[in-house]
């Protein structure tokens, strides 16, 4: 068995050596006399954490962004038109593939994005699909090429939102597993680098049986709770799989995890499903937002899935989209997760805690969108990405990135809960944030900020000390050490 011990932490507002044994934390004291036989780091003080979660993830597309054309600094759709064509010249895809690009966010863009845009940037390349992903995945951006391949020839602008894209969003992320599979160990390694042990992946339809794959092969820098979605419920439910069950065979790093359904749309694309309309979109078809799942609909989806073991996770972000998902879980009896509750009706606030609903959130959100939200959700923005509001009504709170939407990295989620600013600017809404001691407890799998005996052996040892760390300095916290079950998956300077 292998036994460290990790001498002079600093873990509750004290010094202690910590001693792991059985990818447990088995003792935690002012001194542990070391035995022969057992690994001795000295720790000098440093700051030693449970490991942290991410607790909303899109791995596969989280790894494919990282091979794509990044179009997230462009500030119209002539910039972006121009990162393409800059790409097609230098870096083309392989004959057959197309260009697909990620992060674009129009909202606020001078000149809107069109098809012709993208034909006219590089003409030499008509023959090139381009397909650009919106950072909130919620649309798509495609020329002509692209128009004729995916059968929307007819399309007049190439935007397309929602369910339009959802089959061009399969065909690009549709590789090779052997191929994912090699992005994804680079992608996990970096992950537990930033003191990650644990994902949510909640990667569309299901992606259970790949993370069982990519374990036994031997990717185990993470543990990974796998959601299902609608298409693929039945089957979950037929193996017998509920929330929380371990994977045989993946050394207790694979776990099922909840049935995930999205209701509405999002704020960029403005498909939230809101009480109110957004600005310039009266008289419209879809003025307030888009309800993609009504009650009608979700209700025996929830029903089905909370019968067979399955807890729901549903998508809300339109204060509308939210009511309607908290009266689902009242009238299913369900407890589960809200994902994203981002625009939040001040009389749904005390019901999550009611109903045993957590407030599953994604803080980087709040400094990517906030000059949207101000527009769109003008007057409404004192309870959107409502974090201290919830925590003050009861609700757990569980943060992540919605990565490849924000990073996958636990310091930029910690820093916007608890700065909400970014970038050099003034706090947004900073009555909103919260203290750092609930936004860590908020990114562990056990809801407490500190180490307890007999806690499993899940630890990032930092540089610098979070509780006395700026905004700025936690984005970019040093982690010199990241422990998974017992053993190190990230370790420098320890």
Not at 249 to 268: A, H, R
Not at 319 to 327: C, H, Y
Request: with cysteine.
């Amino acid at each position: 068995m292998n036994v460290t011990l990790l001498r002079a932490a600093r873990t509750g507002g004290a010094l202690r050596d910590i001693l792991v044994a059985g990818g447990c934390v088995a003792r935690i004291a002012e001194h542990i006399a070391p035995a022969p036989g057992w690994e001795v780091a000295d720790l000098g003080g440093r700051p030693v954490l449970p490991g942290l979660w991410d607790h909303h993830v899109h791995f596969d597309q989280w790894i494919t962004a990282r091979q794509r054309l990044d179009l997230s600094a462009a500030a119209s759709a002539a910039e972006a038109a121009a990162l393409v064509a800059e790409r097609l010249r230098t870096r083309p895809p392989e004959p057959g593939r197309p260009l697909v690009g990620y992060g674009f966010r129009d909202a606020l863009w001078p000149d809107p994005p069109h098809r012709d845009l993208l034909d006219a940037a590089a003409p030499e390349a008509a023959h090139v699909p381009v397909v650009l992903l919106s950072g909130d995945l919620h649309c798509c951006w495609i020329n002509s090429a692209a128009a004729t391949r995916y059968g929307w020839a007819a399309h007049p602008t190439g935007i397309l939102r929602e369910s339009e894209k959802e089959a061009i969003a399969a065909d690009v992320t549709d590789l090779p597993e052997a191929l994912l599979d090699g992005w994804a160990v680079e992608a996990a390694d970096a992950a537990a680098a930033r003191g990650v042990v644990g994902v949510v992946e909640l990667e569309a339809p299901w992606r259970l049986d790949a993370w069982t794959r990519r374990v036994r092969d031997g990717n185990r820098a993470l543990r990974v709770v796998c959601g299902v979605w609608p298409e693929l419920l039945e089957e979950a439910v037929e193996r017998g799989l509920k929330t929380g069950d371990v994977i045989e065979g993946t050394g207790g790093l694979v776990e099922m995890g909840p049935f995930k359904v999205i209701t509405d749309g999002s704020l960029n694309t403005r498909t939230a499903f809101c009480h109110d309309p957004y600005p310039g979109l009266d008289g419209g078809a879809q003025p307030r937002g888009m309800l993609l799942v009504p009650p009608e609909e979700l209700v025996p989806l929830m029903e089905r899935a909370w019968s067979a073991g399955l807890r729901p996770a549903v998508h809300a972000i339109g204060d509308r989209a939210n009511t309607l998902a908290l009266d689902a879980f009242e009238r299913v009896g369900a407890q589960g997760a809200i994902e994203h509750a981002q625009l939040l009706d001040t009389a749904d606030l005390a019901r999550f805690a009611a109903l045993g609903v957590v407030a599953s959130v994604q803080p980087e959100h709040a400094m990517d969108d906030r000059d949207v939200a101000d527009h769109h959700w003008a007057g409404r923005t004192g309870r959107a990405f409502a974090f201290r509001a919830l925590l003050a009504a009861g609700a757990r709170l569980a943060l992540g990135s919605d990565a490849p939407v924000a990073p996958l990295d636990p310091w930029v989620t910690l820093a916007a809960a608890v700065d909400r600013g970014r970038d050099g600017r003034e706090p947004w809404h900073p009555e909103q944030a919260i203290p750092v001691e609930a936004a860590i407890a908020a990114s562990t799998r056990t809801g407490r900020a500190s180490l307890a005996e007999g806690d499993a052996a899940d630890l990032v040892v930092t540089g610098a000390d979070p509780y006395t760390a700026s905004g700025a300095d936690l984005r970019t916290m040093p982690v010199e050490g990241t422990m998974l079950a017992g053993r190190w998956t990230w370790r420098e300077g320890i």
